[in-house]
């Protein structure tokens, strides 16, 4: 297990397409978390799963968002009818039962042209 | 929610310098305080993290200090080297979600 590990490493989609993102948090991690960063900015949390439960949501991630964690492994990130204030680094992280502290994965750049 | 301010958000030293980086937040009930540093096209690393019952705490030529009752926090990097240079991301939580403040671009020059 070398890591946090996402695919794709970049995305580029045209305006009202779905994209979908995965993720494969390390092994041993129960959390599992969703952050979006965008040019010149600190990461901005999505959403977060212990195991397959998705316990918390953030008002930035609207209805065209979704998240899955279906058997508490990895995860995918779907967005629908993509706009272009979508494109931004999706970064995903996981961290185990006892420490708070996040190991990232290197991220899906998505470019909605 | 919780808001972190950091600054600066450029900072430029020579090696073997000392740099400072400061952030403030605004939730008293937050207790644990993580610094990221992030390299040019690459992920985001966990470089050293503070909890709310320690005010001090270093590792080689990293230290960040912790100071509740005024709620901010900083990173101090001593004799700093070309390959400190990055982008540091402060953040602050009161439990698995940390919010992130913007960023200080270090540049060490060589």
């Known amino acids: 297990d070398t890591g946090v590990s996402q695919d794709p490493r970049h995305k580029i989609t045209k305006r009202g397409q779905n994209v979908t993102f995965r993720c494969d948090p390390i092994s041993e991690h129960n959390r599992l978390y969703w952050y979006r960063q965008t040019l010149g900015q600190g990461p901005e949390f999505l959403t977060y799963?212990?195991?397959?439960?998705?316990?918390?949501k953030s008002r930035l991630l609207s209805d065209r968002f979704s998240a899955e964690r279906p058997k508490g492994s990895f995860s995918t990130l779907e967005i629908q009818r993509t706009e272009q204030g979508d494109s931004a680094m999706y970064l995903c992280?996981?961290?185990?039962?006892?420490?708070?502290?996040?190991?990232f994965g290197s991220g899906t750049r998505l470019t909605v042209v | 929610g919780e808001n972190v301010e950091q600054h600066p958000s450029t900072l430029s030293v020579q090696e073997g310098d000392s740099a400072v980086i400061k952030c403030t937040y605004s939730d008293s009930a937050s207790n644990y305080f993580p610094w990221y540093k992030q390299e040019l096209g690459k992920r985001p690393q966990l470089i050293i993290d503070?909890?709310?019952?320690?005010g001090e705490k270093k590792d080689q030529r990293i230290a960040v200090t912790l100071n509740k009752t005024a709620k901010h926090f900083s990173l101090h990097i001593t004799e700093t080297q070309p390959e400190d240079s990055a982008v540091y991301f402060c953040a602050a939580s009161r439990g698995y979600i940390p919010t992130f403040g913007r960023g200080t671009s270090l540049i060490v020059h060589p």
């Open positions: 992280a996981s961290s185990d039962s006892l420490n708070y502290g996040y190991t």
């Open positions: 503070i909890r709310s019952n320690v």
């Open positions: 799963f212990q195991n397959e439960a998705q316990l918390e």
